[in-house]
C-alpha cells in the first residue's frame, strides 16, 4: 500500500516470534499475552526505524528502500544469532490449542484451526479499516495522491508512520501465531519473506484482498504438493510465479498500469 | 563523467594502479583470500553492467555465480574434466539460465524485476538442495585437484591466483569495451528514459535481454574461479545472500563507475575477513549491514562515486 517493500518484514516475523519465546521464558508470559505484547513491541521498533531511517528515503527509487530494508535484515539477524545463537527452540502453543479436534470427517490439530481462524479474523479487520473505515480512506488517498490529501490538511507522513508500524505489527502477529509450529530461530524469516514476494508477484502489488486470495491459494497448494511432490514443494510457489509472469504479467490482480 | 574517465588519462593511472595491488595482493594476503577478492570483483563489475548501465536491479546473481560453481566443480571432481572444459561448460549453463531468467524477469521492473530474480534464484537453490546426489547437499562439491592449464599446474595457489587474475582483468576489460560501444550508449539511454529509447526505435526488451545475458555469464566466470579457487562449491553459493553480497559491494564501490565495484569488493572481503577474526566471528553481516546502511542512507554514490562527484565539482560550488 505505501509503495514501500520492505525487505525486513521477514526479519519482524523472526522477531515477533522470538519476543513470544523470550517472554514466556523470562517472565512466564502466556501464549495470549504475546499475542498483544510482541506486535506491540516490535511494531513500535518498527515505528523507530520508519522514522528515524526509511522517511528519509522517500521520493527516491524506492529500490533505495529494499536496499536500505535488506541491511535491516543483515543486522537484525545477525545479531539475533549473536543474543540467541543459530539454533532454533521450540515454543508451545498453551494447553487449551494442543490436541487435535475432530471435524466430523477428518481430526485436525486444534491449534492450526486457531491459526486459521485467527488469519481469517486478522485478514477480515484488515479490509475493514482499508476499505470501510475514514483512517482507511484517508491511508488509501495519501497513497494514490500525497499532495492533494497533504493541501486538504492532514498529516501524511503520519499516516505513513503508522501504517507502517501497523504492518509491522502484524507480521510480528503472524511470527508469534507461527512460532508454535516451527522452531524459534533467527533465519525463520528468510524463507517467509521470499514466498511473500513471490505471492506478491502473483498477486499483484497495493491489492489486499489479491495478496489474501494467493496468499491461501499458495497454502493449500503447497499442502497438496507435499502430498503429491514432497522433494519439489518448495519450488512449486517458484513455478507458479513462472507461469503467471509468462501469461500475465501484470500479476492475476494487478492492473496492467500498475505494473511498473 | 565516469566514461570520460575511463578514456582519460587519470582512468589510465586508475587502471595501472589497480593491476599493481592486483599483483601485489597474493604477498601481502593469504593467496586464496586473494583470490576471493578478484573472483568477487570481476563478479561485481559483472553485476554492475546491469545495474549501473542498464539500470536493473538483480537479487538474484548468485543463481549464475554459484549455478556456474556447482557445474565447473561437479564436472572436476565427479567426470575428472580438465580445468578448460569446466569453465565452458559452466559458462554455457550460466548464459543458458541468464537467457531464461533474463527472458522471464524483464517483463517487469524495479522492485518486480528484483523480487522475481531472488524468487528463480530461490527456486534453483532448493533444486540444488533437493539434488544432494550431485550437489552434495550441505557438504558441498569438494574439487582434489584443480587440474593444469597450457602447463601451469593451478593447484599452487598463487599460481592459480595469477590465473585469475589474468582471466579477471580480461572480464572487466570486456565490460569496459561494452560500455563504451554502441550498444552501451543505448543501454545507458534505456537506463535514463525507456520511453525515449522506445521512442527512438530500439527493441529495449532485446538489449535488456543481452545485457542481462552477458551479465550473468561474466557472474558465473566470476563464480567458478571463486568455487575452484576455494576448491569447494556448496549452498551459500547459490543462497540469496550471495546475491545481497554483491550487491553490496556494488553500492558501497559505486555503481555505474566500473572501477567502483573493484573497490567495494576489496573491501568488503577484507574487511568481512578481518572482522570475522574478531570476538564477532561468523555474524560479519552484523557489521556490513550496518555499513551497508548507512551508504544507503548517506552517500549513494559509492565510495568511488563520492570521490569523483567530488572532483567533478567545482571550485567553491556547494556540495550538491
Not at chain 1, 545463537?85 to 481430526?107: D, Q
Not at chain 1, 485467527?118 to 485478514?123: E, G, H, L, S, T
Not at chain 2, 582471466?167 to 565490460?175: H, T, Y
Not at chain 2, 529509447?197 to 530500439?202: E, I, K, N, Q, R
Request: aromatic content about 12%; some cysteine; overall charge positive.
Amino acid at each position: 500500500m505505501l509503495r514501500i517493500v520492505n525487505f525486513a518484514h521477514g526479519a519482524m516475523f523472526m522477531l515477533g516470534a522470538f519476543v513470544a519465546y523470550y517472554g514466556a521464558q523470562l517472565a512466564g508470559l502466556p501464549f495470549y499475552g504475546a499475542l498483544f505484547v510482541a506486535p506491540v513491541v516490535v511494531g513500535l521498533f518498527g515505528l523507530l526505524i520508519e522514522v528515524a531511517f526509511l522517511r528519509r528515503l522517500y521520493g527516491l527509487d524506492p529500490l533505495y528502500g529494499l536496499l536500505f530494508t535488506f541491511a535491516l535484515v543483515l543486522v537484525i539477524e545477525d545479531a539475533m544469532r549473536i543474543a540467541a545463537g543459530a539454533l532454533g527452540s521450540p515454543y508451545s502453543p498453551p494447553p487449551s490449542l494442543t490436541g487435535a479436534t475432530n471435524l466430523g470427517f477428518t481430526l485436525f490439530p486444534t491449534y492450526r484451526l486457531f491459526v486459521i481462524a485467527a488469519a481469517i479474523v486478522i485478514c477480515a479487520v484488515v479490509w475493514y479499516v482499508l476499505e470501510r473505515t475514514p483512517v482507511g480512506a484517508r491511508i488509501r488517498a495519501a497513497t494514490e495522491a500525497p499532495v492533494l490529501v497533504r493541501a486538504l490538511g492532514i498529516d501524511t507522513q503520519r499516516l505513513v508512520s503508522i501504517t507502517f508500524a501497523v504492518g509491522v505489527a502484524l507480521a510480528a502477529l503472524a511470527g508469534v501465531l507461527a512460532a508454535p509450529n516451527q522452531n524459534v530461530e533467527p533465519t525463520m524469516g528468510d524463507k517467509i519473506i521470499i514466498n511473500t514476494f513471490a505471492i506478491v508477484v502473483i498477486g499483484g502489488l497495493g491489492s489486499i484482498g489479491g495478496s489474501v486470495i494467493t496468499g491461501f491459494a499458495i497454502g493449500l497448494l503447497q499442502t497438496l504438493g507435499a502430498v503429491i511432490f514432497p522433494a519439489f514443494n518448495d519450488t512449486l510457489i517458484f513455478l507458479l510465479m513462472i507461469v503467471v509472469l509468462l501469461i500475465r504479467p501484470s500479476g492475476l490482480f494487478g492492473s496492467p498500469a500498475s505494473a511498473k | 563523467m565516469t566514461l570520460a574517465l575511463l578514456g582519460s588519462r587519470r582512468g589510465a593511472v586508475v587502471a595501472i594502479a589497480l593491476a599493481i595491488v592486483g599483483l601485489a595482493l597474493p604477498w601481502f594476503v593469504y593467496p586464496v583470500l586473494a583470490i576471493d577478492i578478484v573472483a568477487y570483483a570481476l563478479f561485481a563489475v559483472a553485476f554492475d553492467l546491469l545495474l549501473g548501465f542498464t539500470g536493473l536491479l538483480s537479487f538474484g546473481h548468485a543463481l549464475f555465480w554459484g549455478g556456474a560453481g556447482y557445474v565447473a566443480t561437479i564436472l572436476i571432481a565427479k567426470a575428472g574434466a580438465p580445468f578448460p572444459l569446466a569453465v565452458i561448460a559452466a559458462l554455457a549453463y550460466a548464459a543458458i539460465a541468464a537467457l531464461v531468467v533474463g527472458a522471464i524477469a524483464i517483463r517487469r521492473q524495479g522492485i518486480y524485476f528484483a523480487m522475481i530474480t531472488l524468487a528463480l534464484a530461490q527456486l534453483q537453490y532448493f533444486v540444488a538442495f533437493q539434488l544432494g546426489d550431485w550437489t552434495g547437499g550441505e557438504n558441498g562439491v569438494q574439487v582434489s585437484s584443480r587440474g593444469t592449464l597450457f602447463g601451469l599446474r593451478l593447484d599452487d595457489d598463487k599460481a592459480f591466483y595469477y590465473a585469475v587474475l589474468v582471466v579477471a582483468a580480461l572480464g572487466v576489460w570486456f565490460v569496459v569495451r561494452v560500455v563504451r560501444s554502441p550498444f552501451g550508449a543505448v543501454l545507458g539511454a534505456m537506463r535514463e528514459n525507456e520511453q525515449r529509447a522506445v521512442a527512438l526505435g530500439f527493441r529495449v526488451d532485446r538489449y535488456k535481454l543481452v545485457a542481462f545475458v552477458l551479465s550473468g555469464t561474466l557472474a558465473g566466470l566470476a563464480g567458478v574461479l571463486f568455487a575452484v579457487g576455494n576448491r569447494l562449491s556448496g549452498l551459500d553459493g547459490v543462497d540469496w545472500h550471495t546475491s545481497g553480497k554483491v550487491v553490496i559491494m556494488t553500492i558501497l564501490g559505486g555503481i555505474g563507475t566500473v572501477f567502483g565495484p573493484l573497490v567495494g569488493a576489496g573491501i568488503y572481503e577484507s574487511l568481512d575477513f578481518f572482522v570475522s577474526k574478531t570476538p564477532i566471528g561468523d555474524k560479519t553481516n552484523i557489521v556490513m549491514g550496518t555499513i551497508f546502511a548507512l551508504c544507503v542512507l548517506l552517500f549513494r554514490r559509492g565510495i568511488v562515486g563520492e570521490l569523483l562527484a567530488i572532483r567533478a565539482r567545482p571550485k567553491g560550488a556547494p556540495p550538491s
